[in-house]
């Protein structure tokens, strides 16, 4: 008897479910985990920075209004009737914000955080140009500011940290030159960076924000709009040009994409590859468009370059979710996180559309076509002007949000966002808790010198393949715009974790950095990594 049509759906109903039961065992599950960690820090957190006593300073700009956090004391900005702070100092282990005052303009600004575990920040708009600000973390420490601390204006500028302690100050708006703080005199001079110019798009840009590494041998990696040099800042040469990106498609702002060096591994004294890891972004005439209502799809590929090799080339790889004001941010067990932003439009004021919610893992090591995973999302869009931030713990703290030039809570297609979330990787997992190692020695805030012996004694709870276990270093960045400046991560040379006094007990013996140049001065987080899982990392300082 031939089956009924009630069967035949039956039939059909069970055979899908199967093969989407197989198919689901075929994919790999999307990892990680979110959590609201404060419903409103009073203020967008635009630019972000942790500081070696586990707090996050976060500000946006001093123009938007009235934010939703008042000033201590009835404490109000001098010359005006604004008494809400624009600046925050978040607290990891307390989980609270408190206010800070600062004065002059910092949108757009750039920062460092210096050996001595200052933040000093440089930049921002109109009044705030020329403004270096210095921030010491206390219970009661607030902002110091120097008026006139730069040559020039800087707007858009990237900072990085050099081997001297000092940091350059690069670019920035219609700024073509580099210049360094602190100064060695007052009459330093500002020199030329013709290539800036040279990769300014006329009426567009696409070369702000740019993306500096520093190289190994003490010369910067610079790359802007769709190409990059080898500078050698003390002596204002080229080294090397390397070649353009094979789409010659715009990654810089406001084209936006985002960038990593990837992980150092130390041999023997010396680092022998030297990766860039270059991603998404807007293609040419987005910028154009948006402004015309036209939101064009963000860039899928990504650009990868062993910058050490002596005829470098750009390998491309193809993203699963395109992606424009993305945050690349280097993980303690050498992978790299992409997480916030859009799949359609540009950096800018109310230009970018469709929020990408699902962060994405790069697993540098594997093979081309398999280093993407794709992770569980959050629900809380993070447009133009968020930050993303990793915490000692191993979680990355995500805030910000504001395409707008004012606090817009409603009736927006992106309202302001003033909240502040953790996103944990899914190697804190608690059925990874018995693979965790858990730093014992050093103890926090040890000294460290460069190409030294370190002993690390370390828990497992589990049990530990000890060709597993490798140590990481990480410089921890000043995040803005997509950008995180400084990032740094190093994986030092090391034997074999051998099994110590009695059970679940283990040393490892590194060697520590070799010089400023491939580890410049500071404070830094060290894990211990087994199986792909971190420690809670412990600050140290090189020095």
Request: hydrophobic share 40%; glycine share 8%.
């Amino acid at each position: 008897m031939a089956p009924s049509t009630s069967q035949l759906y039956h039939h059909l109903l069970f055979f899908f479910l199967v093969f989407l039961i197989f198919h689901a065992q075929q994919c790999p599950a999307a990892g990680g985990s979110w959590s609201v960690l404060l419903a409103s820090i009073g203020i967008s957190a635009m630019h972000a920075q942790l500081l070696p006593n586990d707090r996050v300073v976060m500000y946006d700009r001093t123009d938007f209004g009235v934010s939703n956090i008042s000033l201590p004391n009835g404490a109000c900005r001098p010359n005006t009737t604004d008494c809400s702070a624009h600046s925050v100092e978040y607290d990891v282990a307390s989980n609270t914000v408190r206010p800070l005052m600062v004065l002059s303009n910092i949108w757009c600004s750039s920062g460092t955080l210096m050996p001595d575990g200052r933040l000093v920040q440089t930049g921002g708009f109109d009044d705030g140009y020329r403004v270096v600000r210095i921030y010491k973390s206390c219970d009661s420490c607030d902002w110091q500011e120097i008026r006139n601390g730069l040559n020039q204006q800087r707007w858009y500028a990237t900072n990085h940290i050099l081997p001297d302690g000092r940091q350059i100050i690069i670019g920035g708006r219609r700024a073509f030159s580099y210049e360094f703080y602190p100064k060695m005199s007052a009459t330093e001079n500002t020199p030329s960076l013709p290539f800036l110019v040279q990769t300014n798009d006329p009426n567009v840009e696409n070369n702000l924000y740019p993306f500096v590494f520093l190289y190994p041998d003490g010369n910067l990696f610079i790359f802007a709009n769709n190409r990059a040099i080898l500078f050698d800042y003390s002596n204002n040469q080229v080294i090397k040009t390397y070649p353009t990106m094979p789409d010659g498609q715009p990654r810089s702002y406001p084209s936006t994409g985002s960038a990593v060096l990837l992980p150092l591994r130390i041999t023997k004294g010396t680092v022998n590859a030297v990766e860039v890891l270059v991603c998404g972004g807007a293609p040419k005439g987005a910028f154009v468009n948006a402004n015309k209502g036209i939101f064009d799809g963000a860039l899928d590929t990504c650009g990868r370059i062993k910058i050490s090799d002596p005829n470098p080339q750009w390998v491309m790889e193809t993203m699963p979710l395109a992606r424009v004001m993305g945050d690349m941010l280097l993980l303690p067990n050498a992978h790299v996180l992409i997480i916030n932003g859009v799949s359609a439009g540009v950096a800018g004021w109310e230009l970018g559309r469709n929020p990408v919610l699902s962060p994405v893992v790069y697993q540098p090591d594997k093979q081309v076509g398999s280093r993407f995973e794709v992770q569980n999302p959050s629900t809380i869009p993070r447009v133009y002007h968020s930050t993303a931030v990793l915490l000692r713990d191993g979680r990355v703290l995500v805030g910000g949000s504001n395409p707008h030039d004012k606090y817009e809570f409603g009736n927006v297609l992106y309202p302001t966002e003033l909240s502040l979330e953790a996103y944990s990787p899914s190697y804190l997992d608690s059925n990874s808790s018995d693979l965790r190692p858990k730093i014992i020695l050093p103890v926090k805030n040890t000294k460290i010198g460069y190409g030294k012996q370190l002993v690390i004694v370390f828990t497992v709870s589990g049990i530990v393949d000890p060709s597993s276990v490798s140590v990481t270093m990480m410089a921890p960045p000043f995040n803005t715009h997509s950008f995180s400046m400084n990032q740094r991560l190093l994986v030092l040379d090391g034997g074999v974790a051998a099994k110590i006094l009695g059970k679940s007990r283990y040393q490892v013996v590194v060697t520590t950095p070799p010089s400023g140049n491939v580890a410049p001065a500071g404070n830094y987080l060290l894990y211990v990594v087994h199986k792909e899982i971190p420690s809670p990392g412990i600050w140290v300082q090189m020095q």
